[in-house]
């Protein structure tokens, strides 16, 4: 048999159970394509150690396909995408693994036989992990370079040609050929409707607003008990759909947290949602050539906007031209005392991303010579004096180049941060309208003054205070 071969189970194995798969594949507009059938082994009963050793298997993230379209929408490249069939299939395996006979297939004589397997099958623990070293040995026999930003990028250069594949598990997109198509557009609006449909919210009054204003949701708020399965349905939903939809990436990130125990108010949170896709189902990105297709970043962070815990929330968004192409909203992991930590922390996270994005955009071919900043609020990382008045302007120019990405200072939104965190981690001097003012000598924090000051943000701080 090309599945395997028959043999009686050896003492200290244990056979693995297998079942029919039955799936009805639909295109992008939602009608019938094929009827599919497969055959999966249950590989929750397999045991590390004894059944498999290594699972991990590469997929690119969201951004850096998103990065790929944009690339090529601006270099006017076709992009193919490409489905191996029988990807997991095609894997000779390394470990014994049994399974049992499958249903309807049981060969008569051999109903006490068990299958060993020649290859890998779907369901199997280790099978992602095998067809990743078949894919990823092929490519580097064929003169690929793997981007070490980017474990599942790959780029070949040939004089002044370059190509490029993108791989998501068995799906892979290609790009490096030329198109006449002004752009690409990335949009989810069937999704969109499928989710209304799915929910009972198609025929709802469609409302402009995501999030009701003054409105703080809590996990203590009153009110009727709703079903966990279904709230969980509905927020998981929605993150999908912020695959290409940033405009709800807060909002959607706010109702994530109640999944546990939802309210009515949570579910109402939720349904004003829908209600804004209800009206927005046909919003979408658009990847155009851009005449300065440079990385530009943004951040900002509000302060203890979470009642229950007192956390704030992080959000960034970095552009490649005219168009976004990564984005994120998240809780931060500690409590901030003032909004200038806050900011801090959102800008630390942010950099964290731009230098990483730099990095793959250089293995791309496409180095950042600027600094990644927004053109009004730059700051370079040589500046050794620093104006008062625009402090509250500052993020972490200071430390990046050690990180290993000289060069890079950002700049994105007004983001504050306090004259004693500057002071514990800097030497400078700080220009005043009416003087310079020595900070070479670090304050004891445990000193009355130095606590004061940490309070005070650098925009509002009194010239008394310094002295």
């Known amino acids: ?71 090529a929408a601006q270099n006017k490249w076709k992009i193919f995408q490409m489905d191996v069939k029988f990807a997991f299939l095609n894997r000779f395996l390394e470990e014994e693994v049994y399974i049992e006979q499958p249903l309807g297939y049981v060969v008569k004589g051999y109903e006490d036989k068990v299958l060993r397997l020649k290859k890998a099958l779907y369901g199997l623990k280790q099978a992602p992990r095998a067809w990743n070293n078949i894919i990823d040995k092929y490519f580097q026999e064929k003169g690929f370079n793997k981007c070490p930003y980017e474990h599942a990028l790959y780029v070949k250069e040939k004089d002044k040609d370059i190509f490029i594949v993108c791989l998501y598990v068995d799906d892979l997109i290609f790009t490096g050929f030329k198109q006449k198509e002004e752009g690409i557009f990335i949009s989810q609006e069937s999704y969109a409707k499928e989710i209304l449909k799915k929910f009972k919210m198609n025929y709802c009054k469609p409302i402009s607003t995501l999030v009701e204003c003054g409105v703080k949701l809590s996990k203590h708020d009153k009110g009727k008990d709703i079903d966990s399965t279904f709230f969980k349905s509905l927020v998981g939903s929605l993150g999908y759909l912020t695959c290409s939809r940033l405009d709800i990436l807060y909002a959607v990130g706010l109702v994530s947290r109640y999944m546990e125990n939802p309210k009515t108010t949570h579910f109402k949170a939720a349904k004003r949602i829908l209600r804004y896709i209800k009206g927005t189902t046909n919003f979408s990105l658009l990847y155009s050539f851009s005449n300065d297709y440079k990385l530009v970043g943004y951040s900002d962070s509000d302060w203890g906007g979470d009642v229950d815990d007192r956390k704030s929330t992080t959000g960034f968004v970095f552009f490649m031209g005219d168009t976004a192409f990564t984005w994120m909203s998240k809780k931060q992991p500690i409590v901030t005392l003032s909004t200038c930590e806050a900011e801090y922390v959102a800008a630390t996270s942010s950099v964290c991303h731009a230098i990483w994005l730099r990095n793959l955009l250089k293995e791309l071919g496409l180095p950042q010579e600027e600094p990644t900043d927004h053109p009004e609020r730059f700051l370079s990382q040589s500046n050794s004096e620093i104006d008062v008045r625009g402090l509250h302007y500052q993020l972490l120019p200071f430390g990046t180049g050690r990180r290993g990405c000289p060069g890079l200072s950002l700049a994105m939104q007004e983001l504050p941060t306090t004259l004693a965190a500057m002071i514990q981690c800097f030497n400078f001097k700080v220009t005043s309208p009416d003087g310079v003012v020595d900070m070479s000598e670090r304050p004891q924090l445990s000193s009355p003054r130095a606590r004061d000051l940490m309070c005070v943000p650098v925009a509002r701080c009194p010239r008394n205070i310094l002295n």
């Open 1 to 71: 048999m090309i599945l395997g071969s028959f043999t009686t189970l050896p003492k200290g194995h244990k056979a693995i159970g297998v079942k029919w798969v039955y799936k009805t594949k639909r295109n992008a507009k939602g009608e019938i394509k094929r009827h599919k059938a497969k055959l999966v082994a249950k590989g929750y009963s397999q045991k590390t150690g004894i059944d498999y050793d290594e699972v991990f298997a590469l997929v690119a993230r969201l951004e850096t396909i998103i990065l790929i379209i944009s690339l």
